[in-house]
């Protein structure tokens, strides 16, 4: 090998160089995972869930760590696993953060700690001090899955997955307020802009955390909204894309039972959060297929099912 010249020798492209022509995406499902969503109702394949574990043993004051209550840890972890199982039952597969040290009292809620794209995710950065370093343990785990990441967040920008809602597979609905900064939603933007999305960004107001929290879709032509709270912008962008948006017939279950906040499974199929009667007679009058579970511990860490899901995958849709 020493007298090949090297321009025979594979190291500077000769005879044996192998190019590599596969895009990006191309390469997911094979040296990549499978993984990815253009679209919030598709067939949900897999999620990113934490089980709140010793993070929890010493919260004394509630309010400091972002939470409503102190949640009795047992009682959380039960219902938690519950959850976990009502999304296997639904043949999801259930991937854990699985820190190696402590991580933050809030690293329950992986849905704001990225989102999901067709190629990869776009790693979140919590806007407060007391959620700063989750997206560290989302991102050794989504390496250790084999799952691209195609942005981290940098400079100023805040940024919460669960400020970001695909409306359909070339457009993604970001909220800005609270969570999500100005900063925040342009790089993001630029990222999404980069494989071929556009973005449309609204503003959230005061006493919303996200956009997660008062939009969610049932179907590809159904979506459901809290009134007062959501966007004009965000409605028209809908409905000029052939929604129907229906508002949820109930606030007071929407903001003390998290009846808004649940998952979509696949097409009028939700996980939803136990002991909303009125909305759940709703969402079952409009064709949707309801699975219940009880969350009544959890929620008092100030969130729901949808908030405690990172959505991995989902079937793709070329609407």
């Known amino acids: 090998m ?13 005879e044996k160089w192998s190019p590599r022509i596969l895009t990006h995406q191309e390469e997911i499902g094979s040296l990549w995972s499978t993984c990815g969503i253009n679209n919030e109702w598709g067939e949900l394949k897999a999620v990113l869930l934490h089980q709140p574990g010793v993070e929890w ?13 102190v949640p009795d840890l047992a009682l959380a972890r ?14 999801v597969t259930v991937h854990y953060v699985e820190p190696d040290q402590t991580p933050p009292p809030n690293q329950m809620f992986c849905a704001d700690l990225f989102v999901m794209t067709p190629e990869g995710a776009i790693l979140g950065r919590p806007a407060s001090t007391v959620r700063a370093g989750e997206e560290r343990w989302i991102a050794r785990r989504l390496a250790d899955l084999g799952i691209p990441i195609i942005r981290t967040l940098r400079g100023e920008a805040t940024f919460e997955g669960a400020d970001a809602l695909w409306i359909d597979p070339q457009t993604v609905l970001i909220g800005r307020g609270l969570r999500t900064n100005a900063e925040g939603a342009s790089q993001v ?29 049932l179907d590809e032509n159904v979506a459901i909204a809290w009134p007062y709270r959501l966007a004009w ?3 028209d962008a809908l409905r000029e894309r052939g929604y129907e948006v229906l508002f949820i017939p109930d606030e007071g279950e929407a903001s003390n039972g998290s009846a808004l906040n649940f998952v979509t499974l696949g097409p009028r199929e939700i996980l939803m ?21 009880d969350i009544s511990e959890l929620a008092k860490a100030a969130g729901g099912i949808g908030c405690l899901s990172g ?6 849709t070329e609407r």
């Open 78 to 91: 039960a219902q938690h696993a519950a959850i976990a199982q009502a999304y296997r039952d639904a043949r």
């Open 233 to 235: 912008a965000a409605v």
């Open 311 to 316: 959505i991995l995958e989902r079937s793709s």
């Open 189 to 217: 933007s630029a990222a999404l802009h980069e494989i071929g999305v556009e973005t449309i960004v609204v503003d959230l107001p005061i006493g919303t955390m996200h956009l997660m929290g008062i939009l969610r879709f």
């Open 2 to 14: 020493k007298n090949i010249p090297r321009t025979k020798t594979a190291a500077y492209g000769g």
């Open 273 to 293: 959060a136990a002991g909303n009667p009125v909305t759940q007679r709703f969402y079952e009058s409009q064709g949707v297929k309801c699975h219940t579970v």
């Open 57 to 69: 043993e010493k919260i004394s004051d509630p309010n400091a760590v972002q939470m409503l209550d």
